[in-house]
């Protein structure tokens, strides 16, 4: 997204692709190459966090805590029972003495269910620490907002017309539903620019989207109100936080921490990780995440794939008490972000309620 939002900008200025490889590329006195930076910068532009919509009400990724099992009865449609995971009790592993996730209950079969999003009203709930009711409505699977469309492909020589030796690829591109929609905030741009961008958005509305140039219509809105699931309040009931990643965020090396800048500390004869988010100390008890998730890009400058990098896959859920601070104070960290790259919209947290 941000990379064709950025090719439009170009496109809207005017911009020589040639002078913008070489560094050259400039509108009036601002230099188009500042502005939009490349495959390793955002330049002076700011993205948030890429937001699905479907019928223009927002949703969110399943939480790693939240487990879902079908049950199938006689007669009857299929009925569907959910479970949280909590922090466990220390068990020794590879990692050391740590708090794994465990069942809240017992409930064979019960598991996190792929491709899966969670309405507003559902996320809130999660984060006060409830789970859904038996058949709750407000989830959406993926078949329901998009479906893939693998395309398989050759590059040919222009000269020849003939197939280039070992130049196969394959690409799967996504085909929206009606009534489903992605947004992202869009900060940084010179008003020249951004007037510039709204009247050319107006006379045609329509913007390519990847390597195959797949068109998408396309608005501005103002950001009047960021679509985040709503704070919820401490009750003196809780023992800890609960952080949870609402979009992918890049970590880094995360072989001897689950968070940035976070270190391993010994406490009960139990392993912890000691750091600290947005000037806030906390200690982490425990990690409930899903596969990483591996991501590139096109790199417009070099004319070439980018580099493929790992993420940690939003859902994602850390479990937290806070060290010199209060519950309160850790909430502000809702709707922050953190690790690297949060610039590009990576890395966004909710804040949950981990209770007694």
């Known amino acids: ?41 955002t330049g002076e532009l700011s993205f948030g966090a890429l937001q699905l919509f479907c019928k223009d009400q927002p949703l969110y990724p399943w939480p790693a805590l939240l487990l879902e099992k079908k049950v199938l009865e006689k007669r009857e449609a299929a009925q569907t029972e ?24 017992v409930c064979p079969g019960a598991k996190v269910p792929d491709n899966q999003y969670l309405s507003q009203s559902l ?12 058949n709750s409505s407000g989830m959406t699977r993926r078949d329901g907002l998009y479906l893939p469309e693998p395309r398989l492909g050759i590059a040919r020589n222009a000269n020849t017309g003939t197939v280039e030796q070992g130049m ?8 929206l539903k009606e009534d489903v929609a992605v947004s992202m905030e869009l900060e ?3 008003e020249s620019v951004a007037r510039r961008l709204q009247e050319d958005i107006e006379a045609s509305p329509f913007i390519r989207f990847g390597a195959e140039g797949r068109m998408a219509r396309v608005s501005i809105e103002p950001v009047e109100q960021t679509a985040l699931p709503e704070c919820p309040k401490v009750s003196g009931n809780e023992q800890g936080l609960m952080l949870m990643l609402l979009t992918d965020a890049d970590f880094g090396d995360t072989r001897n921490a689950p968070l940035p800048g976070f270190n391993p500390v010994e406490k009960e004869n139990v392993k912890l990780w000691h750091g600290s988010i947005h000037g806030l100390d906390m200690e982490l008890h425990c990690v409930m995440a899903g596969k990483p998730v591996r991501r590139g890009g096109w790199d417009l400058k070099k004319g070439q794939p980018g580099d493929m990098k790992s993420y940690v896959p ?20 809702h709707g922050k972000t953190i690790g690297q790259q949060t610039d590009w919209g990576y890395g966004l947290i909710a804040c949950g309620l981990w209770k007694k």
């Open 168 to 175: 196969l690829y394959q690409t799967s591109h996504l085909r």
């Open 82 to 105: 959910y479970v949280r995971l909590v922090p466990g009790k220390p068990v020794e592993c590879d990692l050391g003495r740590v708090q794994l996730p465990e069942l809240e209950r």
């Open 1 to 41: 997204m941000s990379g064709a939002i950025r090719t439009r900008i170009g496109e809207c200025l005017n911009t020589d692709w040639q002078a913008f490889r070489r560094g050259e590329a400039y509108f009036g006195e601002i230099s188009i190459n500042k502005l939009l930076g490349d495959s390793s910068s």
């Open 314 to 333: 939003a859902g994602s859920c850390y479990f937290v008490k806070p060290l010199n601070h209060s519950l309160t104070d850790l909430m502000s960290l």
């Open 188 to 190: 940084g741009l010179p």
């Open 123 to 134: 996320m809130q709930d999660i984060l006060k620490g409830k789970k859904p009711e038996h």
